[in-house]
């Protein structure tokens, strides 16, 4: 009499990604400023670790019992593509927390302080230049200033 074995699907690679995919549209879903949007970011991390145990469980399963749990190759792919999404979404959360605050950043209508920058043909340009009435042909001052920042140069 031979023994047979009993396969059973490995649910919870799928589970992992699941989470993975979830985790990622946490983020996607971060810069539509829903209400709550300080929360979304540790949902987001939340989820991605619950991928991690997800898919740390199911490739133990795998190996561990390799001829119940079938589809190993299939657990595998599943499992790198979400170790991959997840590993994406808790190296966003650590490296968000390194960018500094903006709270001293000038708000909406508030006057930036002076600086100088290059135009086109490289002569500086201060912004107290570019704001102030010119002498020569008695145009009226700026009212504004909106600066354009090419990834470049000419």
């Known amino acids: 009499m031979t023994d047979a074995i009993e396969f059973r699907r ?10 993975a995919l979830a985790s990622m549209g946490c ?10 949007q300080g929360a979304i970011v540790w949902v987001s991390l939340l989820l991605a670790v619950m991928a991690l145990i997800f898919l740390i469980a ?7 019992h390799p001829k119940v ?12 593509i979400a170790v991959l999404l997840a590993g994406l979404s808790i190296f966003g ?6 960018l500094p605050s903006a709270a001293e ?6 006057r930036v302080p002076d600086f100088t920058l290059a135009d086109t043909s ?11 009435a010119s002498s ?19």
């Open 122 to 132: 490289g002569k500086p340009v201060s912004l107290d230049q570019l704001l102030a």
């Open 10 to 19: 490995n649910t919870a690679p799928w589970w992992g990604l699941l989470f």
């Open 69 to 80: 749990y079938r589809g190993k190759i299939l657990s595998v792919v599943v499992s790198v």
């Open 58 to 64: 199911g490739l133990r399963l795998v190996i561990v």
């Open 136 to 154: 020569t042909n008695q145009a009226p001052a700026a009212k504004g200033v909106l600066l354009i920042f090419y990834r470049g140069y000419w």
């Open 93 to 98: 959360f650590v490296s968000t927390r390194k």
């Open 105 to 110: 950043a000038p708000q909406v209508g508030q």
């Open 27 to 36: 983020n996607a879903a971060f810069f539509l400023t829903p209400p709550g």
